[in-house]
């Protein structure tokens, strides 16, 4: 409010008129100018902007600018003049003034240095010297365009004789592609030779296939992913009654029936996008009789894209195959039995002799003069009850390790016969002071195949694993004295990660394998025991135990001793449902 008032109070000054004592001309002549300095100060401004405006081209347009503020600056001032005469606002004036003198120091200071700058513009005589030049030039560049003609002409000249060197050239290919059509003759008949060899190999390899043993089919790949039978061998059709008629052009749905032919299209689906060979045994039920086949799938690839085309497919009947090691398997079984029958008769022979002990002391009790004691009588007949159930419960455990697999593979626990098997051996190997450490990770996922069968495996593993530990007891080590004797077996039952598999490891402390012996020990009659403990086909039928189940067996050496370990795959489908 200070500022404001000092701007525009007049007080304590008086106006410039009274310095003029007002004389009406001197007045009048003071108005007069100042008014008119001031409008044409006001209106050079406006005409130079303008005229920058519309010359975008002007060099130093923020010059005339410059000026422009400058002047506006002024007529202001002698705006100010005017109004001073009676009005002495001289703070004002003094302000304007001010900044009339700041633009106009800032003017002076600038267009100096652009002096220089400004002198070197061409004058009008330089631009008419440029203009000469210019015109010079045009004429260089029509007397080029008229020698530019002159080789145009030469060149059409060129033109022509080349083109008659060219007609000379027909000519002379003429004469080659009259040369060269007597040579492709030569090779179509050389061609036509090699297409005849080829035929006859064709021939051949058909008469193979036609004579193969095993089934041989082809299945065309379609773009949409569907399949068709694209031809079969006679082998095929003998093996299962389905004709070519039955068979080509169809899909395996449509030739094989809806679930079969699913399950079977399932494996082509497989095939094509592992992009890799598969191989797949299976059961077929039909007119009351079951078959086994191994049937194998290999791709075939479009050589241009890569696309999988086709699929060439084998299969072989393994039924005698696997009846043979059904037979193996039960005979191995039966031998199992045989080398536990002395383990058996010590485990009956126990409860036998308490039963013969109490029905014993019962008899004398009752033989006894004066009333008997019932109660005794009565805890020896619990006795009895009690050890008749465990002979009871032995017997048939063993019946029912004896019995055969079903045919079918079924769904089951595989904790079930991991602890039957432990129960069948573990007093056994008490008295052998052996110790048998169980651990089963409870709930297991459920594993198809023969619950039997993998009671079988776990047997011959843990027997197996006894063997090594009396080996080592017999024949002990020289570092024997740094840990305790031998006398532990380890069974462990869990699922790997994820759930989509069963381990089951049986490990032991005994004599171990020799060096380099991992990968040969499941080979059929190949053994590390002496000829009469063992044929050597124990671990080979666990092999195929295992594997028909769809898993794997592996032998891992320790550092003292070896452990066992069998892989069995959890279906998705399975583990969705348990």
């Given at each position: ?231 079969v061998n006679p082998a095929l059709v003998r093996e299962t009654g389905l004709t070519e008629a039955v ?154 390790f004896g019995r055969r697999a079903p045919e079918r593979p079924q769904r089951f626990d595989p904790a ?163």
């Open positions: 409010m200070d500022l404001f008032r000092l701007l525009f109070d007049p007080a304590p000054f008086m106006p410039h008129g009274m310095c003029l004592l007002w004389h009406p001309a001197l007045i009048w002549t003071h108005l007069v100018s100042d008014l008119l300095t001031a409008a044409a100060y006001f209106t050079i401004p406006a005409a130079l902007v303008y005229f920058v405006r519309r010359r975008t081209d002007i060099v130093f347009g923020w010059i005339f600018v410059l000026f422009s503020l400058f002047i506006f600056a002024c007529g202001t001032t002698h705006l100010f003049g005017a109004i001073t005469l009676w009005y002495p606002s001289y703070v004002l004036e003094g302000a304007v003034k001010a900044v009339t003198a700041l633009a106009s120091v800032a003017t002076a200071i600038v267009i100096w240095p652009l002096l220089p700058r400004a002198l070197a513009l061409p004058s009008p005589a330089q631009l008419r010297l440029i203009n000469t030049a210019l015109s010079a030039e045009v004429g260089e560049r029509m007397r080029a365009e008229r020698a530019v003609r002159e080789a145009n002409t030469r060149l059409e000249e060129r033109v022509a004789a080349r083109t008659a060197e060219l007609a000379a050239a027909n000519e002379a290919l003429r004469e080659a592609n009259e040369t060269l059509e007597r040579r492709v003759a030569e090779r179509t008949a050389e061609l036509e030779a090699v297409v005849r060899a080829l035929r006859e190999s064709e021939a051949r390899y058909a008469g193979i296939v036609q004579h193969a043993a095993d089934a041989i089919f082809v299945v065309d790949v379609g773009s949409d992913g569907s399949f068709r039978y694209a031809a068979l080509i052009g169809r899909t395996p749905e449509e030739a094989l029936g809806g679930s079969y032919g699913a399950e079977v299209r399932g494996w082509f689906t497989t095939c094509v996008e592992t992009r890799a060979p598969q191989q797949v045994e299976h059961v077929v039920e039909r007119n009351g009789s079951r078959t086994v086949w191994l049937t194998a799938l290999v791709p075939v690839f479009d050589p241009e894209n890569g696309r999988v085309i086709q699929l060439v497919g084998t299969a072989r009947n393994l039924t005698e195959y696997r009846q043979l090691q059904e037979e193996l398997a039960q005979a191995a079984k039966l031998a199992t039995l045989g080398t536990m029958a002395a383990g058996v008769a010590h485990e009956v022979s126990q409860p036998l002799n308490a039963i013969r002990i109490t029905a014993t002391d019962c008899a004398l009790l009752l033989d006894e003069e004066g009333p008997p004691d019932l109660d005794y009588v009565r805890s020896g007949l619990a006795t009895i009850r009690d050890q008749s159930a465990r002979m009871g419960g032995i017997v048939d455990q063993m019946r029912q079930e016969p991991v602890r039957r098997a432990a129960g069948l051996l573990e007093r056994h190997f008490a008295s052998a002071d052996i110790a048998l450490c169980l651990e089963i990770e409870e709930p297991l996922p459920a594993v198809t195949g023969h619950a039997v069968k993998l009671e079988q495996v776990v047997l011959n593993l843990l027997t197996n694993a006894r063997d090594a530990i009396e080996e080592a007891r017999a024949h002990p080590p020289a570092d024997s004295a740094d840990g305790p004797p031998p006398g532990r077996i380890g069974l462990h039952a869990a699922a790997a990660p994820g759930r989509a598999a069963v381990t089951i490891s049986v490990e032991d402390d005994g004599a171990g394998l020799p060096a380099g012996m991992a990968d040969r020990i499941f080979d059929p009659f190949f053994t590390t025991k002496a000829s009469e403990k063992g044929m050597g086909l124990g671990l080979s039928i666990c092999a195929s135990i295992v594997a028909a189940m769809g898993g794997r067996i592996e032998a891992v050496p320790l550092p003292r001793g070896t452990r066992f370990v069998v892989t069995l795959p959890v279906p998705a489908a399975l583990e969705s449902a348990a």
